[in-house]
């Protein structure tokens, strides 16, 4: 039989056969209380069982698997790290739970340095009963006065006061200051706690108490406490073990296998709750049926199995009903129980633990059994002692076989077969109990003999290490307040975006009147949609996003068939002399054409070219400014269709008939009208940003005609360059405008556009770091690099699987070292930037449309929006929240938004295919081809 440390009972010689005061012992009494006491004996086959069978569930419920449902919870603590010392300042620390009904405070100065430490101060506070089984307002009103009692006799000046909480229950964190309860254990069962926020629970209670103004800036679980006040020389403890009243221990896991955490990098503490493991084949074996019984009575019958067999809350009462047990059956007091003995909870964790003295223990349990009214003969002394060397050596094997699950789990984790591992420990049956720490590393020792395992006794009951995740904690609320202060300009509401809109309708009516305005409204010649008629081969140039395109685009009835080729347009073209720019356009035409097998045919062609053009007719367009990082000299205040032509007539030998000029936003309109008829209105929100709709000919000035529509290029990317943007632009906006080649112009652009959101991220992260808030305040030269941060980065980050992960993944690849911390940082204020582009984008949509609406005295309107550009397609969330600003700030607009697929080349090629059908029925009609294009 493999029995591990078994008490195996030497029969006694019986003192005395005392009568009623002593009946005689049963015959078989010795048999009896083997029998009994045999039942408390575990195996080490059983004990590996139960090892094994703990940490299959552990890493079930690692993986969030919740069929069948783990019986431990492995929750995450948000402790990121252990500590490194550095943590400074004066804490208070309020602890409610980790030592059965008793609350205590403690005032805890870190010092931030090793060498030098200071004493905390602390109180204990008894929990009156009617307290830990009453309301959960009077629990925490209890604590809220202690509080406030405890700063009475230790007063102090430092009002900034900061408080951890050390609340040792199961809890579901979702951060360092957030934490559900889950359900009550060790006799707490307090009304309106379980599902709530603790934390808040304390703060309103504190506030009710209104005497101190304290912070709860942390919940800690007494484990987490306990392993972060410990440390070993240099190497700080990462497993965290108590065995008090309950019993529960943490570890630090790899963070990526804890998959309720999206992080791939650094480790996480994780609260274990061992205390509700449960597995009928490996612990069945193991229950006694005092455990039953013990379990059926308890405040929580079916809950906390495996604690009800370690916890010092039920070690004394299996003590109890073992005694009461044997007493019925005459083999102990001579068979004659008390009203004490037979009381639940007469026999306390003390108890037992003074019972297990090796010098004083049986002098303890007469003593003990005296004051429980019986009367003990020195055999039964000894009894007891067996007794309680039984139940106490289970509980410490028991909790060794957990602990030895955890120390193979972090085995796994770490890929190591030999661990050097330090546990810090902390509870009373520790620091009481005489051999459980003892057998607690025997058995240890024996189930994971591969574990170089150090146990470092906790000095304070985690005290200190609960304040110094409090200091972790308090500085990054400090940390996260000036987030939100850097980040509260970039939040929109409702209000603000109501005057954007606003404000942009009259800049539209001004435009459109041809009144100084910020919005230049510039007609295009475009009167109607593709009626899907057009038909032949066209050529179409897309020049103005992130490629440059040449098409050829076949229009044949009820289908449109592409072909395209991307060139790059490098800077120091998009930058050189227009002469250098058009001829390289020209070169990629010839090179296209010559691909194409099209050398020589002069096919009609559409030129998509996205910078503002005031177009004095379908193909003549005068640049007023470059845009988007574009400068070619010799352009701007030029008709840009003659300057291609130009650059043509220079490549001798090339036969090309540029028809039509038109804008990425119409071109993109076009291209998606050909599909759905109610596409009247275009955006691009790319590079840059921009949006056009088919305004009422009657409403724009210089053009001449009242009847029909009119596409009017918007030219919204300058927006706010009269200054009416004000209201909103940041100083990171000032930062990127004044860094831009044309600072003052395009304001809106530089607010939406994928050319300067990145850049908008960079300059907030820099002035966060300057502030020692991100990336521990380390400037890189990296990020001082302008442009290094990509606006795809946004899209990536945002992207919602994963998003940590990515932020990490993008910011080492720019060789930033960052915490768990720093990447969620860094995720917000990419959300903070790209949500207020959507949001004003959306505002802008919302003009558009209303304006449409009132145009046709509509009281709905419904209308759909040709869509085109990078950060619209492959930002995972800029579509929806521009959708969803759209229908908050025009209620009567049904718009629905087309991405278009083949870009605005196509829609270049359908408005070159208008033009020139109608040209073909105007020649038939005898007129000039221009009258036909642009009528009046
Ligand atoms: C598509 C259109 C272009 C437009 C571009 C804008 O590619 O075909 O005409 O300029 O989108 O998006 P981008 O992200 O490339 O700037
Ligand atoms: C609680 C744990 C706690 C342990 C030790 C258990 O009952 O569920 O959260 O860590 O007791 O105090
Ligand atoms: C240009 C517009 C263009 C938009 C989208 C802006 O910078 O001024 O003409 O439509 O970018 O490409």
């Known amino acids: 039989m493999d029995t591990i440390g078994s008490v195996g009972l030497q029969p006694r010689e019986r003192a005395s056969n005392c009568p009623q005061e002593g009946m005689p012992r049963p015959p078989d009494s010795l048999e009896l209380v083997q029998k009994c006491l045999q039942q408390f004996q575990v195996t080490k086959t059983q004990l590996q069982q139960i090892q094994a069978s703990l940490l299959c569930s552990m890493e079930q419920a690692l993986k969030g698997h919740h069929s069948p449902a783990p019986s431990v919870r492995m929750l995450p603590t948000y402790v990121g790290s252990t500590p490194h010392g550095t943590e400074q300042g004066d804490f208070l620390v309020l602890e409610l739970g980790a030592t059965g009904a008793s609350l205590r405070v403690l005032w805890v100065t870190l010092t931030g340095t090793k060498e030098h430490s200071v004493e905390p101060k602390s109180q204990e506070f008894e929990i009156p009963q009617e307290v830990t089984l009453g309301t959960g307002q009077q629990l925490f009103d209890f604590a809220a006065r202690c509080l406030s009692e405890f700063l009475d006799a230790h007063p102090t000046e430092n009002q900034d006061l900061k408080l951890g909480f050390n609340f040792s229950f199961p809890c579901h964190q979702t951060g360092l200051d957030r934490s559900i309860l889950i359900s009550w254990t060790k006799g707490f069962r307090c009304s309106g706690v379980e599902g709530q926020d603790v934390v808040q629970l304390l703060r309103e209670a504190i506030q009710r108490q209104g005497t101190y103004n304290i912070d709860v800036v942390a919940m800690v679980n007494d484990t987490v ?14 497993v965290g ?14 963070a990526r296998h804890v998959a309720a955490l999206d992080e791939d990098r650094g480790r996480s503490c994780v609260s274990i709750e061992w205390g509700s493991f449960y597995d009928a084949k490996a612990l069945g074996p193991v229950l006694t049926t005092f455990d039953q019984a013990l379990d059926h009575d308890s405040l929580t019958p079916g809950a906390q199995r495996f604690e009800k067999m ?3 809350l039920y070690l004394g009462e299996l003590v109890r009903l073992v005694l009461v047990h044997l007493t019925q059956h005459g083999v102990l007091f001579g068979g004659c129980s008390s009203p004490a003995l037979l009381s639940q909870g007469s026999i306390l964790l003390e108890h037992v633990a003074e019972i297990e003295d090796p010098a004083t223990g049986t002098a303890h349990a007469h003593t003990i059994l005296q004051h429980l009214g019986l009367s003990p003969q020195a055999s039964d002394a000894e009894m007891v002692k067996h007794v309680c060397a039984a139940v106490c050596t289970r509980a410490a094997q028991l909790c060794a076989a957990a602990l030895a699950a955890v120390l193979s789990r972090l085995q796994h984790s770490r890929e190591q077969q030999t661990l050097h591992v330090a546990v810090a420990t902390g509870g009373r049956v520790f620091e009481r109990h005489p051999r459980f720490h003892r057998t607690l590393k025997e058995v240890v020792t024996l189930l994971v003999p591969e574990c170089d395992v150090s146990f470092i006794p906790s000095v304070d009951g985690g005290g200190r290490g609960v304040a110094m995740v409090t200091a972790v904690a308090a500085r990054l609320a400090a940390h996260r307040h000036v987030l939100e202060e850097t ?23 001004r435009g459109l009147r041809g009144e100084a305005s910020s919005l230049r409204m510039l007609p295009t010649y475009v009167r109607a949609t593709p009626d899907g008629s057009e038909r032949g081969d066209f050529l179409a140039l897309d020049l103005g996003g992130t490629n440059f395109r040449v098409l050829l685009v076949r229009v044949a009835e009820g289908s449109v068939q592409i072909t395209n080729q991307v060139y790059s347009i490098p800077e120091c073209v998009a930058q050189g002399s227009g002469q250098q720019l058009f001829d390289h356009i020209v070169d990629c035409i010839v090179h296209f054409q010559q691909k194409q097998g099209l050398s020589g045919q002069s096919l009609p062609l559409g030129f998509t070219f996205s910078f503002p053009c005031k177009q004095l007719g379908l193909d003549q367009g005068i640049l007023l400014n470059w845009t988007k990082g574009f400068n070619a000299s010799g352009c701007e205040g030029q008709d840009v269709v003659y300057l291609l032509r130009e650059a043509i007539r220079r490549r001798q030998a090339v036969e090309l008939n540029v028809v039509a000029i038109v804008n990425d936003t119409v071109g993109t309109m076009m291209s998606c009208g050909y599909d759905d008829p109610r596409c009247e209105i275009g955006l691009i929100v790319g590079t840059g940003t921009n949006a056009c709709y088919m305004e009422e000919l009657r409403n724009v000035a210089g053009v001449a005609g009242d009847e029909g529509h009119m596409c009017i290029n918007m030219e919204w990317g300058a927006f706010g360059d009269d200054g009416s943007l004000g209201m909103l632009s940041t100083c990171f906006d000032a930062s990127v405008d004044q860094a831009s080649i044309n600072p003052g112009k395009q304001r809106f652009e530089k607010m939406i556009s994928g050319m300067y959101l ?55 690849d720019l060789g930033l070292t960052l915490t768990s911390d720093d990447a969620l940082m860094v995720l917000e204020v990419c959300q903070a930037v790209s949500r207020r582009a959507a949001q004003l984008c959306g505002a802008g949509v919302a003009a558009v449309a209303e304006k449409m609406r009132d145009n046709r005295g509509l009281r709905e309107l419904s209308v759909s929006v040709g869509v085109d550009g990078t950060l619209y397609k492959l930002h995972p969330h800029f579509s929806r929240l521009v959708s969803a600003t759209v229908q908050k700030l025009a209620p009567h607009c049904t718009v629905t938004f087309l991405q278009s697929e083949d870009g605005s080349g196509k829609g270049a090629a359908l408005v070159t295919a208008v033009a020139c059908r109608l040209a073909q029925t105007a020649m038939a009609d005898g007129l000039s081809k221009n009258d036909a294009i642009t009528p009046d």
Do not use: W
């Open 225 to 238: 406490g306990t392993m972060m006040g410990c440390e070993l020389g240099t190497r700080p403890c990462e």
């Open 241 to 254: 073990l108590i065995v008090d009243t309950g019993t529960n221990a943490c570890y630090m896991e790899e």
């Open 310 to 312: 370690i916890g010092g």
């Open 487 to 509: 980040l509260a300009p970039f939040q929109l509401d409702l209000e603000q975006l109501t005057v954007v809109q606003a404000q942009m309708r009259e800049a539209m009516a």
């Open 758 to 812: 990145g850049e908008i991220v960079r300059h907030i992260l820099l002035h966060l770091t300057s502030l020692g808030v991100l990336f521990r305040g380390q400037k890189t030269q990296c990020l001082q690099t302008r442009d290094i941060f990509k606006t795809k980065f946004l899209s990536e980050i945002e992207s919602d699987s994963l998003a940590l992960r990515q932020v990490r993944a993008i910011l080492e």
